[in-house]
């Protein structure tokens, strides 16, 4: 392989066969799987994401079905993946700059300050513009906040990481325990007492009323209501995703860190993915969310035992879930991509992971055209059943979009743009022609 780790990286993407494919086809595999955990918050108001009650006719059987199979192996799985990999990305680009361009460790980290200040910004122009589901700011703060980690040990990195998503976990369920008790008729003087059953029912006629006026903005016919109504009334959402930062995406990129460290997408004549280990850890991970899953569906999806299931007992459910599935995917992927003949399913992935920064913002893009109501008009119509149609002509306009562009252009649109305002200077982008 010589030097290309050196040269793999989300950031900036160069030429086949200086990358390792296996980070790429893993990218190609997640920017995917984020259509399929977003597109019920494409086509519907936010409510709709957690609770099924949002959806037409108040939902049906199919959508607490698929809200179950989404939830116990797609909802925040991908996104987490998604952030590992990011956190590889992040000493890539340092051991690039270190070593390929001959900078200090603090010139190297100016420039990754700079990098994530664009991506920070690219973020926010995301929310305000196209979907306020971005994930980018949170990647930009939690990068920025993880450059402390650059420098650690990969034993620290993986130990302090771990710790931190535990802690994380457990202290986001805690909120959740005495609204989801008191949703269940758990006997408790402090539970039943008309006053708190009277401020649960306020905030959750609060949370009908929110999601009523976005449904009507985003199905109006007015692109500049849109975005007048993120402005006024989901700004403050920025600052909470900054705070997620804390809770998930900082120890996430820590563990992505660690992975890079350990030679997890490189082939290795070691197997470092744990024998079969990774099987057990996604079994336990599926097993526990559909036991909790069921529980919500079982209480008829009850808002706060299902809020207490999505917010509160999923971060620490899908943490066994994530590790195997990393673990599994890395040793899938190292073998698929180090094949001579590595067929059309892999390299369509590998293509649309070199793009996966254009990649994911296209799709909000094309989505926000599909439903919004100024534009396709299927804001609110369709149930999740219907909506994994519309997944999968996603899928195939970032497969086809990849496979051409990248036939003409070294770099995906927005990773060339990126890569350009990271250096202070343009690149040459088009391919020679044959």
């Known amino acids: 392989m010589g030097s290309a780790p050196l040269q793999t990286d989300f950031a900036r993407p160069v030429s086949g066969e200086d990358r390792l494919g296996a980070l790429d086809l893993i990218r190609g595999i997640a920017v995917l799987g984020i259509l399929l955990a977003n597109i019920t918050a494409f086509a519907h108001p936010d ?35 998604f952030t590992l990999l990011f956190g590889a990305g992040l000493v890539l680009f340092d051991h690039n700059q270190r070593e390929r361009h001959g900078r200090t460790d603090g010139q190297a980290m100016a420039m990754q300050a700079r990098r994530l200040a664009w991506l920070g910004l690219f ?17 930009a703060v939690g990068g920025l906040l993880a450059l402390f980690a650059l420098r650690m040990s990969t034993e620290r990195l993986v130990g302090i990481g771990v710790v931190w998503l535990v802690a994380s976990g457990v202290i986001q369920l805690l909120p959740w325990i005495g609204p989801a008790m008191a949703e269940a008729g758990v006997s408790s003087p402090g539970l039943q007492s008309g006053t708190f059953a009277e401020i649960l029912d306020r905030s959750w006629q609060d949370q009908l009323a929110e999601a009523a006026e976005q ?46 460290r350990m030679k997890l997408f490189a082939p290795s004549d070691e197997d470092p993915s744990g024998g079969p280990l990774p099987w057990v850890l ?14 919500a569906m079982d209480y008829h999806f009850a808002p706060y035992i299902t809020q207490a299931v999505v917010f509160g007992t999923a971060p620490l459910t899908n943490l066994p879930l994530i590790a195997g599935l990393v673990l599994l995917l890395a040793r899938w992927a190292v073998r698929a991509t180090a094949r001579a003949e590595q067929g059309w399913l892999v390299e369509r992935l ?47 306009v970032m497969i086809a979009f990849s496979r051409v562009w990248l036939g003409r252009f070294r770099y995906g649109p927005l990773e060339w743009l990126w890569r350009c305002l990271t250096y202070g200077r343009l690149f040459p982008n088009r391919l020679p022609l044959a």
């Open 215 to 260: 449904a009507r903005v985003m199905a109006g016919d007015s692109y500049a209501a849109v975005i007048g109504y993120r402005l006024d009334n989901q700004a403050g959402d920025l600052a909470s995703y900054a705070s997620w930062a804390l809770f998930e995406t900082v120890p996430l990129i820590m563990l992505g860190m660690a992975a890079m």
């Open 123 to 139: 973020g926010v122009l995301h929310f305000f513009l196209l979907f306020e589901g971005d994930i980018l700011f949170s990647y």
């Open 350 to 396: 590998v293509l649309a992971g070199r793009m996966a920064f254009s990649n994911y913002i296209g799709t909000s893009a094309v989505m926000m055209l599909l439903f919004q109501g100024w534009a396709g008009g299927l804001f609110g119509t369709m149930h999740r059943l219907d909506l994994l149609l519309v997944v999968l002509f996603g899928w195939a």
């Open 282 to 295: 996604v079994a336990l991970g599926l097993a526990l969310n559909l036991a909790t899953g069921l529980l």
């Open 47 to 81: 409510l709709a994401y957690w609770w099924p009650g949002a959806l037409p006719g108040g939902g049906n059987a199919a959508d607490g079905w698929v809200w179950l199979a989404q939830f116990m192996a797609i909802d925040g799985k991908l996104r987490a993946l």
